[in-house]
């Protein structure tokens, strides 16, 4: 086992990782630079998703590394993985997933109000990340009385609330329309520069990708070269070029 080179805050060495049977990811090695906004682009089923889920811990390889910083995410233990999780990493799903008891500043709050920051400074940092998304005026509405947009800015706030070290963004735009898409990201990756927070960006939409650093492609589990992608709603990967080594 060889630790990761010191300027890549996440590394993965030959990942596999197969669902009932079915390869999702087959072979695959990355590393991420801090501060690094990266996107990992490709069509729907080609293991963005499980690529992003082994990264932070969520899913244990069945074959490969995992290392953030000096620490080897592979090998520790659910209840350090959940740790990692709750206090360096932030989280964002296509779909919003709020708590629907609690009102939009509430669920924005929700992970400091979990690490037991008082009550006033959660609130107001979570107006804070409210207010960058245009969504401070339903600060007190429950999900229910919301646009799915408003919701999924609220699920935007709630990951950047906690200043993460990585944010994992899942086609964390896919369910917005493109003014409000366009709106979201610009918060994302202004919040990343700003605050130096290192993000991996899985997407099949082509303008999306544009706005990363750089760009990791996946086809059928695999790096390769490049994927040809729409920049329409819903747009999917068609076809990749040869191979990465």
Not at 18 to 46: D, W
Not at 193 to 202: E, F, G, K, Y
Request: proline share 6%; glycine share 8%; with cysteine.
């Amino acid at each position: 086992m060889v630790a990761p080179p010191d300027n890549d805050v996440l590394w993965a060495r030959s990942l596999h990782y197969s669902h009932g049977g079915s390869p999702a990811l087959t072979g695959v090695s990355l590393g991420v630079r801090e501060g690094e906004i990266l996107a990992v682009s490709g069509p729907r089923g080609c293991g963005k998703t499980t690529l992003l889920r082994c990264l932070s811990g969520q899913l244990v390889p069945q074959q490969g590394e995992v290392w953030f910083n000096s620490a080897p995410v592979h090998t520790m233990s659910p209840a350090l993985r959940e740790r990692l999780r709750r206090d360096r990493f932030g989280w964002i799903d296509p779909e919003p997933g709020l708590v629907p008891e609690l009102n939009a500043w509430e669920n924005a709050a929700l992970p400091l109000l979990l690490h037991g920051t008082s009550h006033r400074a959660a609130k107001k940092a979570a107006m804070e990340w409210l207010e960058r998304l245009d969504i401070g005026m339903v600060a007190r509405k429950r999900p229910a009385a919301l646009l799915q947009s408003q919701r999924q800015r609220i699920a935007v706030a709630r990951a950047l609330v906690s200043a993460p070290s990585v944010l994992f963004a899942d086609e964390p735009t896919a369910s917005l329309h493109r003014t409000d898409r366009a709106q979201v990201l610009r918060t994302l990756t202004t919040a990343a520069r700003s605050h130096d927070i290192t993000v991996l960006l899985a997407t099949h939409d082509a303008e999306v990708a544009a706005l990363a650093d750089r760009t990791v492609s996946l086809l059928d589990g695999r790096r390769v070269n490049s994927v040809q992608l729409d920049g329409t709603d819903g747009a999917e990967g068609r076809a990749a070029c040869s191979l990465s080594v």
